[in-house]
């Protein structure tokens, strides 16, 4: 009912700059809070960043400063700009989104399939 497709990874040089997509489909009735996951091998999957539908924003510790969260309200789609990758950024990207969809009384959380980030020396 409600899909979440990213695009947008890749092999980038530390100090370098990607730009993630999320784009929200389906019948989806509101989106509430979006956000950007990731997930480095062995590690537990952290936030990194989330907007809220009005547009507050909630970064991590380590992201701050380089790292931009935007939504589209009206294509339901956020993106992530990262800026200045280190290698400690290099992991699995994964969109979080908070949804009603058409069919349900209340929000579910959706996630999309992931996208890879590798940043190198």
């Known amino acids: 009912q409600v899909q979440l497709v990213e695009s947008g990874g890749g092999l980038v040089q530390a100090g370098g700059s990607l730009r993630l997509s999320c784009a929200a489909s389906?019948?989806?009735?509101?989106?509430?809070?979006m956000a950007w996951y990731r997930q480095a091998p062995g590690k537990q999957r952290e936030l990194v960043a989330a907007?809220?539908?009005?547009?507050?924003?909630n970064y991590a510790d380590s992201v701050k400063g380089r790292f931009t969260i935007v939504r589209d309200n009206a294509q339901n789609t956020v993106f992530l700009q990262m800026d200045s990758l280190k290698l400690e950024d290099t992991a699995v990207y994964y969109c979080?989104?908070?949804?009603?969809?058409?069919?349900?009384?209340?929000?579910?959380?959706?996630w999309g399939q992931g996208t890879q980030v590798t940043v190198s020396s």
């Open positions: 389906g019948s989806i009735a509101s989106t509430n809070t």
């Open positions: 979080n989104a908070n949804i009603r969809s058409w069919y349900t009384s209340r929000a579910l959380y959706y």
């Open positions: 907007i809220t539908a009005g547009g507050n924003t």
